[in-house]
């Protein structure tokens, strides 16, 4: 067991003033699955974008698969990223007019693998999100829930350690949001460490950990168990 995410005393403060983080500690360990919760405008995607590296605090310490994130540079930074982390944007982010599997293999883009290989990979990685008979189909010929599989799919392609979701479920009627929900815990069963964002209370309470932020501070932490510091649930 080792620990994924480790942050201390974050504070990111953009400018004009707001303060959207105040001093959040928070430690992930590796096979979790917990969700970030909390009201509009309280701090989880500025989270959710610290943990991944898209952005640096203000103040305070941000440790990713054991790496301190001040230390590297931004381009050791974007190689961490590329190898660790699977981002999963509520917007899906899918690039038009092109096919499902080109898309899911453009996050292999960095991998250094041919395009042959990442196109392969794609489509299994598509096959395994429900999506093997769509591989041609561009974003524009899919429905809502099929194009959150595909981002799901572009997140995951590269097997990151670490896959961070910010609302996956937010533009889904309840049966797909169900299924994507589902989607994720069989990620997790298979090893990957997740953190959805929901603002979904009822996805929150059946997840096995949930993180409540309100006003940029973590106000209720369920706890990760399996921590051998404890320093999670104490917070
Ligand atoms: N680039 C930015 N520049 C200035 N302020 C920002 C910026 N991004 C976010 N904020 C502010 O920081 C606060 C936290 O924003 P954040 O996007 O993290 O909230 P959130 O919890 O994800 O909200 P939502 O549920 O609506 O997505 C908000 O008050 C927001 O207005
Ligand atoms: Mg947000």
Redesign the pocket.
């Known amino acids: 067991m080792s620990t994924v995410v480790g942050l201390t005393g974050v504070t990111k403060e953009?400018?004009?003033g707001?303060s959207?983080l105040r001093g959040v500690d928070l430690t992930v360990e590796e096979g979790e699955l917990l969700g970030i919760v909390?009201?509009?405008?309280?701090?989880?995607?500025?989270?959710l974008h610290i943990i991944g590296t898209l952005d640096r605090p203000t103040a305070g310490s941000v440790h990713i698969a054991g790496h301190d994130v001040a230390k590297l540079s931004d381009r050791r930074l974007s190689a961490l990223r590329a190898q660790h982390v699977g981002f999963v944007f509520q917007a899906f982010h899918l690039v038009p007019g092109v096919s499902a599997r080109d898309n899911v293999a453009e996050g292999l883009l960095y991998s250094g693998l041919s395009r042959t290989v990442r196109r392969r990979r794609a489509a299994a990685a598509l096959e395994r999100v429900g999506l093997a008979d769509r591989l041609d189909h561009r974003p524009h010929q899919l429905s809502g829930g099929q194009k959150q599989r595909v981002a799901i799919a572009r997140a995951v392609v590269g097997e990151p350690a670490l896959l961070l979701a910010d609302?996956p479920t937010g533009a889904l009627d309840s049966a797909s949001g169900a299924a994507v929900m589902e989607l994720l815990r069989d990620l997790n069963q298979e090893g990957a460490t997740i953190a959805v964002?929901t603002?979904d209370t009822e996805i929150a309470g059946r997840l096995p950990r949930e993180v409540r932020?309100r006003d940029?501070e973590v106000v209720a932490d369920t706890g990760n168990a399996v921590s051998p510091h404890g320093v999670g649930a104490a917070r």
Do not use: R
């Open positions: 953009y400018p004009g707001v959207a909390g009201p509009s405008g309280s701090g989880k995607s500025t989270l609302e964002i603002h932020i940029g």
